[in-house]
Nanobody, 119 residues
Framework: QVQLVESGGGLVQAGDSLRLSCAAS????????MGWFRQAPGKEREFVAA????????NYADSVQGRFVLSRNIAKNTIYLQMNSLKPEDTAVYYC????????????WGQGTQVTVSS
């Protein structure tokens, strides 16, 4: 079992930066690939970024590539999503997620944190 706790959301203006954090707890948290998804009002949840167990490999949605940076502190079982050059279309509830490295489905989710970008 893995518990995920997010923090760092808020209200910012277009062009600003924001950093989200997600702390994972549980005996085997280090065996989980972690990532971020987001869901805007009236839209389906979409993938944002993910990072592997080592923290050296990441992948991003095209919409955030070059603006968002995902990193991982293995000792703290925490991931950080640095969001730069934010746009109004980045407004959404951001969810941290985790999946065991031997599976393909994310089945652990955080409670979500609101990010609002004003124009």
């Amino acid at each position: 079992q893995v518990q995920l706790v997010e923090s760092g959301g808020g209200l910012v203006q277009a062009g600003d930066s924001l950093r989200l954090s997600c702390a994972a707890s549980g005996r085997t948290a280090s065996n989980f690939i972690m990532g971020w998804f987001r869901q805007a009002p009236g839209k389906e949840r979409e993938f944002v970024a993910a990072i592997d167990l080592s923290g050296r490999n990441t992948n991003y949605a095209d919409s955030v590539q070059g603006r968002f940076v995902l990193s991982r502190n293995i000792a703290k079982n925490t991931i950080y999503l640095q969001m730069n050059s934010l746009k109004p279309e980045d407004t959404a509830v951001y969810y941290c997620a985790a999946r065991h490295f031997q599976t393909t489905e994310y089945n652990y989710w955080g409670q979500g944190t609101q990010v609002t970008v004003s124009s």
